[in-house]
């Protein structure tokens, strides 16, 4: 069973950049997709990018293209989330998760078999 270990939220301005890391407990940790969830306040959770085993495909929701960016090393059992242009509707509690799935079928299905506790980002005016 994976454990995963966010890091790297907090507080930051419209504009601004934050860099979240998801450590892994897993000898197999290269064998599952990765992904990233968050869930903004009030509202569900939500899909925000996810990653195959190999790194090589990657898949995003539509609300953060081009400005948050999936990546994984697998000999440090490490994946991040790059968030740049942060907006003001990125703020929530956001979840590292693991599937032995495609990370297609992460983004489509929007779920994972093991999560995190989840790190908070806050996006100021």
């Known amino acids: 069973q994976a454990h995963l270990v966010e890091s790297g939220g907090g507080l930051v301005q419209t504009g601004g950049s934050l860099r979240l890391s998801c450590a892994a407990s897993?000898?197999?940790?290269?064998?599952?997709?990765m992904g990233w969830f968050r869930q903004p306040p009030g509202k569900g959770r939500e899909f925000v990018a996810s990653i195959g085993w190999s790194g090589e495909r990657s898949f995003y929701a539509d609300s953060v293209k081009g400005r948050f960016t999936i990546s994984r090393e697998n000999s440090k059992n490490t994946v991040w989330l790059e968030m740049s242009n942060l907006r003001l509707e990125d703020t929530a509690r956001y979840s590292c998760a693991a599937d032995q799935g495609s990370a297609r079928t992460m983004s489509v299905t929007k779920s994972a078999e093991f999560w995190g506790q989840g790190t908070q980002v806050t996006v100021s005016s």
């Open positions: 897993e000898s197999r940790f290269g064998d599952y997709a």
